[in-house]
T-cell receptor, first 116, second 116 residues
Framework: AQSVSQHNHHVILSEAASLELGCNYS??????LFWYVQYPGQHLQLLLK??????LVKGIKGFEAEFIKSKFSFNLRKPSVQWSDTAEYFC??????????????FGKGTKLSVKP | GAVVSQHPSRVICKSGTSVKIECRSL??????MFWYRQFPKQSLMLMAT?????????EQGVEKDKFLINHASLTLSTLTVTSAHPEDSSFYIC????????????FGPGTRLTVT
């Protein structure tokens, strides 16, 4: 079965530090890839997505992610984090089977705490 | 655009009673809606997928007689937790997908259910 792994459960950084959150998935075919963010007390919001084309995707709030097909990875990056980036980040993957999109499978999430 | 609302945001009920949660797409027609359950420090687990006008498709291990899903219109889906027990206490999140061929899901803010 398809699965999504996020390697870090909790990441603590100081402001201005660089961020990279790992995400790996297990499916060899065509996938759509997503990163969602959930700020404290708020609902899930889409940060960025990859469907096709340039494997380096830029999202909102200075986030970007790179799809490396050979590594089955879609890591999230931000060069300089801010206190307001404190949130939980979820990687999600939806695979294509026979031309039809499957359901979104979520990773367990990574909690990011940014110290001011 | 693409706003999804849920009502109520929080509900406390007594064991043995039923609770209904509404999910509405406010500015688009949702052909497909999804219901997730999120446990503390864990990922979102898909419970069921519902298409307007047809029966919901439940994921393995989800009791369809306990979690009744109705998708009566293109903007409204409801989840009814019947004969609630304390172990049903959780955070329930819905999402909606637009017209056929759309790959993005838009998430509601979630409903915190506490069964006493």
């Amino acid at each position: 079965a398809q699965s999504v792994s996020q390697h870090n459960h909790h990441v603590i950084l100081s402001e201005a530090a660089s961020l990279e959150l790992g995400c790996n998935y297990s499916y060899g075919g065509t996938v759509n890839l997503f990163w969602y963010v959930q700020y404290p007390g708020q609902h899930l919001q889409l940060l960025l997505k990859y469907f096709s084309g340039d494997p380096l995707v830029k999202g909102i709030k200075g986030f970007e992610a790179e799809f490396i097909k050979s590594k089955f990875s879609f890591n999230l990056r931000k060069p300089s984090v801010q206190w307001s980036d404190t949130a939980e980040y979820f990687c999600a993957v939806s695979a294509f089977y026979g031309g039809s999109q499957g359901n979104l499978i979520f990773g367990k999430g990574t909690k990011l705490s940014v110290k001011p | 655009g693409a706003v999804v609302s849920q009502h109520p945001s929080r509900v406390i009920c007594k064991s043995g009673t039923s609770v209904k949660i509404e999910c509405r797409s406010l500015d688009f027609q949702a052909t497909t809606m999804f219901w997730y359950r999120q446990f503390p420090k864990q990922s979102l687990m898909l419970m069921a997928t519902s298409n307007e006008g047809s029966k919901a498709t439940y994921e393995q291990g989800v009791e369809k007689d306990k979690f009744l899903i109705n998708h009566a219109s293109l903007t409204l889906s409801t989840l009814t937790v019947t004969s609630a027990h304390p172990e049903d206490s959780s955070f329930y999140i819905c999402s909606a997908k637009g017209l056929a061929g759309s790959y993005e899901q838009y998430f509601g803010p979630g409903t915190r259910l506490t069964v006493t």
